[in-house]
């Protein structure tokens, strides 16, 4: 059972626009939401994360939007850049020493 | 921010030999570490945890005696790889969380056997 569904697989954005990447859960004891970005042969970096007691986090050209009652959360990347294209990731998790739950990634591709 | 090490960035090992991937919070104290493989183009895959001065907990599927995992201190876990086969090639991950939330993960190792 996978409990991290994360869309789309795959993303192509222009440079300039807004990449946004979604997930849902649906363990509702998760409290901890984190986005990575991993480049090839890198580990996952982690980029911004949220916690439900808010709705919106923003950290420079990165938003997370969150949902506790549709229980989703989703990456906005504004004014992408090809140095952005990367993998990205959601994770979940409770918090503590737990490890963090993925889901499958998305591919995204900023062109010029 | 927080900073997790992990040693080497890439190895090849002959088939039926042993090889130790080192995992190391440089900046904080790590009780519990985890170990991830990654297989091209697809998610982490949670292996195991590794809990300081105790066994390590693995995830279904995922041979003990296979993968050895040792978290001697609060800032050093180790996976073994053991009697390696080209079927164990795979990208190794640790991770450790700071404070009650954050999680860090370290450069990851490209193991290749051959």
């Known amino acids: 059972q996978q409990q991290v569904k994360q869309s789309p697989q795959s993303l192509i954005v222009q440079k300039g626009g807004i990449s946004i990447i979604n997930c849902a859960y649906e363990?509702?004891?998760?409290?901890?939401f984190p986005w990575y970005q991993q480049f090839p042969g890198k580990g996952p970096a982690l980029l911004i994360a949220?916690?439900?007691?808010?709705s919106e986090k923003k950290e420079g050209r990165f938003t997370i939007s969150f949902n506790k009652s549709a229980k989703q959360f989703s990456l906005h990347i504004m004014d992408s850049q090809p140095g952005d294209s990367a993998t990205y990731f959601c994770?979940?998790?409770?918090?503590?020493?737990?490890?963090?739950?993925f889901g499958k990634g998305t591919r995204l591709s900023v062109i010029a | 921010g927080a900073v997790v090490s992990q040693h080497p960035s890439w190895v090849i090992c002959k088939s039926g030999t042993s090889v130790k991937i080192e995992c190391r919070s440089l900046?904080?104290?790590?009780?519990?570490m985890f170990w991830y493989r990654q297989f091209p183009k697809q998610s982490l895959m949670l292996m195991a945890t590794?809990?300081?001065?105790?066994?390590?907990?693995?995830e279904q599927g995922v041979e003990k005696d296979k993968f050895l995992i040792n978290h001697a201190s609060l800032t050093l876990s180790t996976l073994t790889v053991t009697s390696a086969h080209p079927e164990d090639s795979s990208f190794y991950i640790c991770?450790?969380?700071?404070?009650?939330?954050?999680?860090?993960f370290g450069q990851g190792t490209r193991l290749t056997v051959v």
């Open positions: 991770s450790a969380r700071k404070g009650s939330t954050e999680a860090f």
């Open positions: 363990n509702t004891a998760f409290d901890y």
């Open positions: 949220i916690r439900p007691d808010v």
């Open positions: 994770a979940a998790s409770v918090s503590g020493n737990t490890p963090l739950v």
């Open positions: 900046d904080f104290q790590a009780t519990t």
């Open positions: 590794s809990n300081e001065g105790s066994k390590a907990t693995y």
